[in-house]
């Protein structure tokens, strides 16, 4: 069965520092993959996603994420963190055997000091 | 913004009580989800529908029943509330609407806004 782990449950960094948050998954084949990011008191909101080709993807909100087959890593990154960036992160990974509904990751506290 | 609403958005009810929560979509999206979302545990699915009268388990749906009597609801109830189903209720949909406005593949979700569910 597939798997999403997101080994950090709490980020800080300062405002105007770089972000880098982790996803690694297990899989079979080439997977999907997704990072949504929620904040306090609202539903997921999706930021990026991969199916095939380039392996680095740009999202919303100046996010970018890289898929690296040999590492099983999609890590999210951000050059520069704004305050409203505070959120939870969840990385998600799919499909699942011959189900079309992906496996999320339990997530990321993303902390930002001003 | 996918034109998914959740309601209530906040429900406060005593253990024993039915309830229901309602999952509402504008683009005739095939697919409904909804999750559970508690602290340590992340999402967890409830139940699934891949079409009007199509339903299926997940991984948590043990109280819990579904009906998707159209494609534009997916409903949520709760036969006797307990405390543990105290959570944050999400909704998702994905795949392409006959309208064409989202392609999307199906394991693309967007979600709802939720709905906070206190059991007293």
């Known amino acids: 069965a597939q798997s999403v782990t997101q080994p950090d449950i709490h980020i800080t960094v300062s405002e105007g520092a770089s972000l880098e948050l982790r996803c690694n998954y297990s899989?079979?084949?080439?997977?999907?993959l997704f990072w949504y990011v929620q904040s306090p008191g609202q539903g997921l909101q999706l930021l990026l996603k991969y199916f095939s080709g380039d392996t680095l993807v740009q999202g919303i909100k100046g996010f970018e994420a890289e898929f690296k087959r040999s590492q099983s890593s999609f890590n999210l990154r951000k050059p520069s963190v704004h305050w409203s960036d505070a959120a939870e992160c969840f990385c998600?990974?799919?499909?699942?055997?011959?189900?079309?509904?992906?496996?999320f990751g339990r997530g990321t506290s993303l902390i930002v000091h001003p | 913004d996918a034109g998914i609403t959740q309601s209530p958005r906040h429900k406060v009810t005593e253990t024993g009580t039915p309830v229901t929560l309602r999952c509402h979509q504008t683009?005739?999206?095939?697919?409904m989800y909804w999750y559970r979302q508690d602290p340590g545990h992340g999402l967890r699915l409830i139940h699934y529908s891949y079409g009007v009268k199509d339903t299926d388990k997940g991984e948590v749906s043990d109280g819990y029943s579904v009906s998707r009597s159209k494609t534009e609801d997916f409903l949520l109830t709760l036969e006797s509330a307990t405390s543990s189903q105290t959570s944050v209720y999400f909704c998702?949909?994905?795949?392409?609407?006959?309208?064409?406005?989202?392609?999307?593949?199906?394991?693309?979700?967007?979600f709802g806004p939720g709905t906070r569910l206190t059991v007293t």
């Open positions: 998702a949909i994905s795949g392409t609407g006959p309208s064409g406005q989202m392609t999307a593949r199906q394991e693309e979700q967007y």
């Open positions: 998600a990974v799919g499909p699942s055997g011959g189900s079309y509904i992906p496996t």
């Open positions: 683009e005739n999206h095939r697919y």
């Open positions: 899989y079979g084949a080439t997977p999907y």
